[in-house]
């Protein structure tokens, strides 16, 4: 559990509802961790005037006390609650309210693609493209803070294009475009997973050239200058 841009990471455990092929959370142990160190690094982090809190996994709310977290995060001062989702739980609108409800007011989604067959393929968990996007619609209808995070590999990066054009028409604002990390399962063949660096420019040029890209706040993580 890390201290993060003066807020504090709060690691709810490894636990995924999907099965990532890049995966940089991977363990074999499917740990949860236990509610009592939860609160206690929510506490360290207000003696130390944190005003930030962010909720990562693994997957964060497959943790049953999430909602109870974000309402203690809440009513001991914290101002910005985040949760790093891949967002398919908030396909239903009743959960989504409630977190929403408790004080969690910043989401970070994951989607790789707005392909189902190319974003089932990475997350090897069919259905899972519909339930996340299903999930950043109803997240939309109550909160401007959402959040893309696309990671970049060589199953999806000749897609950024219409993937991109895809959640512009949902209504997504910010997306961040993330390279991706050779950790995790991708540690030992990290060259299966990155594409080549001179077709990835190809498909980038388009994308900041793109007019009608320019209302969105892009943002550009890992991604080699040359």
Same mark, same amino acid.
């Given at each position: 559990?890390?201290? @993060?841009?003066?807020?504090? &990471? ?28 939860? $609160? &206690?690094?929510?506490? $360290? ?15 964060? /709310? ?21 949760? !790093?989702?891949?967002? @398919? ?14 004080? !969690?007011?910043?989401?970070?989604? !994951?989607?790789?693609? /707005?392909?189902? @067959? ?5 997350? @090897? ?10 999930? $950043? ?50 540690? &030992? ?28 706040? /892009? ?8």
């Amino acid at each position: 559990m890390v201290k @993060r841009y003066n807020g504090v &990471d709060i690691l709810l455990g490894k636990r995924c509802n999907n099965n990532c092929r890049h995966c940089s959370a991977y363990s074999p142990q499917n740990k949860i961790f236990e509610k009592n160190k939860i $609160i &206690d690094e929510l506490l $360290i982090g207000k003696k130390h005037n944190k005003n930030t809190v962010f909720f990562s996994g693994g997957e964060p /709310t497959m943790h049953g006390d999430l909602i109870n977290f974000i309402k203690f995060a809440k009513t001991i001062g914290y101002v910005n609650i985040m949760v !790093a989702s891949n967002g @398919r739980l908030f396909i239903y609108e009743n959960y989504c309210k409630k977190i929403i409800e408790a004080g !969690a007011n910043i989401f970070y989604i !994951a989607i790789f693609s /707005t392909k189902e @067959r190319v974003h089932d393929y990475i997350t @090897r968990t069919k259905g899972s493209c519909k339930q996340s996007l299903g999930g $950043i619609k109803n997240l939309l209808k109550f909160s401007e803070n959402v959040y893309i995070n696309i990671v970049i590999m060589k199953d999806n990066f000749k897609y950024l294009f219409d993937t991109i054009d895809a959640l512009l028409n949902l209504g997504i604002k910010h997306i961040n475009l993330s390279m991706v990390r050779p950790e995790g399962k991708t540690e &030992d063949k990290y060259n299966d997973f990155a594409p080549r660096l001179s077709e990835l420019r190809i498909q980038l040029n388009k994308i900041v050239s793109e007019r009608k890209f320019k209302c969105l706040n /892009t943002t550009f993580n890992r991604i080699p200058l040359c």
